[in-house]
């Protein structure tokens, strides 16, 4: 009985193994020829892809208002720690992990291990917290009467506006025709929206620097306060704006590098990692010059302190950085290539995070998906989705319901979660060691070892600590104009943040309850990889099993968790 056990369960793998491989070839019966998974033209298409994914709005307004708020110059203290810790190993092990499977978020943490399938599964949304206060000047007063007509609280929605409405329609599709045809379409739209908005930030920061006024602006956004590095929720902000800004944890970056060939160097010389996390904080840092020098120079001409001009949120890109346009010579023109820029740190953030969703469906149901035009029927639903979710916020309510959303959902208490579940998942169960092995396969040489002492004891315990300091300096989330989001308000972000979460805890009960033998059995056959995985081993130059390192047994796997 044993014996003919062990053959049906041999004929068994034989046969979902022919069908992977027929899956991977496009020979697999049924309509149409299943299409390739596709790759980048270029190292240049993927580099763009991730800038312009970890470099959106957050960046023009959220840092800049964040260093002032905390300290100043001192701000730089808890950032730069985060950033070394948590944020480059994180960054360097997802867009690895998605280079060397060949596949997007869920398929690839199912592949090494099953026990985490479903670790990345937040859909990200552009980080804008806060309201300006205090409306003492035309564009101000424009812009929270005229074109937000906000209300005087959440629980006050009220219509739609047609305008907003048309414009998130605009956005919506000029989205989804980005990412329509895949990778092929993304790697195109990239040089645009990934490049246009450092050449208009760069005339604002020589605007804004000649403006008077504006040395007295830079001076408030640096200066130093270290009495503030005693505050937790300093060092709070400081990793969750890593976490956001970054792209940690959304499955965005494990999608983009799995479109890389698998022997694209993810490490030589830093320019995968190391470059693209230094572009993404100095452009943080540059803007913060450029909208600092602005509000400076508009403090100066109200005859107020800068303190009542720096808001956080849309007050300092659409308040401060209009206000410089507006004494350019022909203001009409930089006014449009403004807003164009606005709109491109967006838009790219947002088809690229679509790519990464369309990328997970895909990998999981190619034989559904990857077929004549399929693809763009579960794109063309997950936009129009979200259309129609994304109308509640161009309400006068609209924004109140944002900042709910942003706070609980987009950052914070996701984001940490999810970060510690990775690196418990390849510091602990799959093994730093091994993770480090597969990366050298696919570049010829390790990572430096500081990378596996962070995947294993430094990251999830600067995220752990970090969470616990958000539980324990937990207050009521403040919105715009001194409103408190009511506890009706506040369930309903905590619901949110918990709705990408909970997928986890709840993945792993099913898999345990679907998987034969005892609890330590089911453990040990969750916590090891797949043997094969075939559209790796297609791409690969070697033909390997990418994700099985037979020198590692199951036992060794479960003991880590155990």
């Not at 009985?1 to 068994?12: G, I, T």
């Not at 895909?362 to 579960?378: C, K, N």
Request: charged content about 15%.
């Amino acid at each position: 009985m044993v014996s003919q056990a062990s053959k049906l369960q041999e004929a068994e793998t034989l046969k979902d193994s022919t069908l992977a491989k027929k899956v991977v070839d496009g020979t697999a019966e049924g309509e149409g020829k299943i299409q390739d998974r596709g790759q980048w033209a270029s190292k240049a298409e993927f580099l763009l892809a991730v800038a312009g994914q970890i470099i959106g709005l957050g960046n023009v307004w959220r840092f800049p208002y964040l260093c002032y708020k905390n300290g100043g110059g001192v701000f730089f203290v808890p950032y730069l720690l985060f950033l070394v810790l948590c944020g480059i190993p994180l960054f360097l092990l997802e867009t690895a992990l998605g280079q060397y499977t060949s596949l997007g978020g869920v398929s690839a943490w199912r592949s090494i291990c099953p026990l985490f399938g479903e670790t990345c599964a937040v859909f990200e949304g552009e980080n804008i917290s806060g309201l300006p206060v205090n409306a003492t000047s035309p564009v101000m007063e424009f812009w929270e009467r005229e074109v937000l007509n906000v209300s005087g609280g959440v629980g006050e929605l009220g219509s739609v506006h047609w305008r907003l409405a048309l414009c998130l329609l605009a956005v919506w599709v000029v989205c989804y025709f980005c990412v329509w045809k895949g990778v092929k379409s993304t790697g195109k739209a990239v040089y645009l929206t990934a490049t246009f908005p450092y050449a208009m930030l760069l005339v604002l920061l020589v605007r804004g620097v000649t403006l008077p006024g504006a040395v007295e602006g830079i001076i408030y956004y640096l200066k130093p306060n270290h009495t503030r590095l005693s505050d937790p929720q300093v060092w709070m902000d400081a990793g969750t704006q890593i976490f956001f800004s970054y792209g940690i944890g959304l499955g965005s970056l494990t999608a983009l590098g799995s479109y890389n060939k698998f022997n694209n160097d993810c490490y030589r010389y830093c320019a995968d990692t190391f470059l693209l996390c230094l572009l993404n904080s100095g452009t943080s840092f540059i803007a913060g010059f450029a909208i600092f020098a602005v509000l400076g120079f508009m403090a100066q001409e109200q005859n107020v302190h800068i303190s009542e001009i720096a808001q956080s949120g849309p007050g300092l890109a659409f308040i401060a950085f209009p206000r410089a346009v507006s004494m350019m010579p022909f203001p009409q023109l930089w006014a449009v290539s403004f807003f164009l820029m606005i709109i491109m740190l967006g838009l790219d953030t947002q088809f690229v995070s679509l790519e990464a969703l369309m990328t997970s469906l895909s990998d999981l149901y190619p034989a559904v998906i990857r077929r004549g035009r399929r693809r763009e029927l579960p794109c063309c639903w997950s936009v129009e989705s979200a259309f129609w979710l994304g109308l509640v916020m161009v309400t006068p309510g609209g924004l109140y319901v944002f900042q709910i959303y942003d706070h609980f959902s987009c950052s914070g208490a996701s984001l940490l979660l999810l970060s510690i579940f990775q690196s418990v998942a390849i510091g602990w169960v799959y093994g730093p060691d091994r993770f480090s092995n597969n990366i050298k396969s696919m570049i010829g040489y390790p990572p430096p070892s500081t990378f596996k002492l962070c995947w294993r004891y430094l990251t999830p315990a600067v995220c752990t600590g970090t969470f616990v300091f958000s539980l324990v300096s937990w207050s009521p989330l403040k919105l715009g104009k001194g409103v408190v989001a009511p506890a009706w308000a506040t369930a309903l972000g905590w619901l949110l943040a918990l709705s990408s979460v909970s997928l986890l805890p709840l993945w792993t009960i099913y898999a345990l309850m679907n998987t034969h033998g005892t609890f330590i059995q089911r453990l040990r056959i969750l916590c090891h990889p797949v043997e094969r995985s075939p559209v790796a081993r297609k791409n690969s130059s070697n033909g390997m099993q990418l994700t099985f390192d037979s020198t590692t047994t199951a036992r060794e796997a479960v003991l880590n968790v155990l």
